[in-house]
């Protein structure tokens, strides 16, 4: 059974960096597609970033492209997101979720995390 925990977010200056951690305590999720979402408030939940089981593909939102990057260690069953050139417009929860393949559409995802406040000032 996967368990996600997120942790790592905070409140950050704009340009500064933050990364993310998801871990896993069922210690399954070098099996899974892992992705990370964000919800800011009054919005609907939106792909950041996501990244095959091996790690070979991974897969952006536009919005963040050459800002953040995603990451795993599947010895550690960890998914990581950098997050660089922090922009005010990041500031949301950011939550990651896994499935067995690849979806960019929140509502297909089976498991997620508890989430991780990610507030980014002017």
């Known amino acids: 059974q996967v368990q996600l925990v997120e942790s790592g977010g905070g409140l950050v200056q704009a340009g500064g960096s933050l990364r993310l951690s998801c871990a896993d305590s069922?210690?399954?999720?070098?099996?899974?597609?892992v992705a990370w979402f964000r919800q800011a408030p009054g919005k609907e939940r939106e792909f950041v970033q996501g990244?095959?089981?091996?790690?070979?593909?991974?897969y952006y939102a536009d919005s963040v492209k050459g800002r953040f990057t995603i990451s795993r260690d599947n010895a550690k069953n960890t998914v990581y997101l950098q997050m660089n050139s922090l922009k005010p417009e990041d500031t949301a929860v950011y939550y990651c979720?896994?499935?067995?393949?690849?979806?960019?559409?929140?509502?297909?995802?089976?498991?997620w995390g508890q989430g991780t406040q990610v507030t980014v000032s002017s």
């Open positions: 979720a896994a499935r067995r393949t690849y979806n960019d559409n929140f509502k297909a995802y089976d498991y």
């Open positions: 069922g210690r399954t999720l070098s099996s899974y597609f």
């Open positions: 990244i095959s089981w091996s790690g070979s593909s991974t």
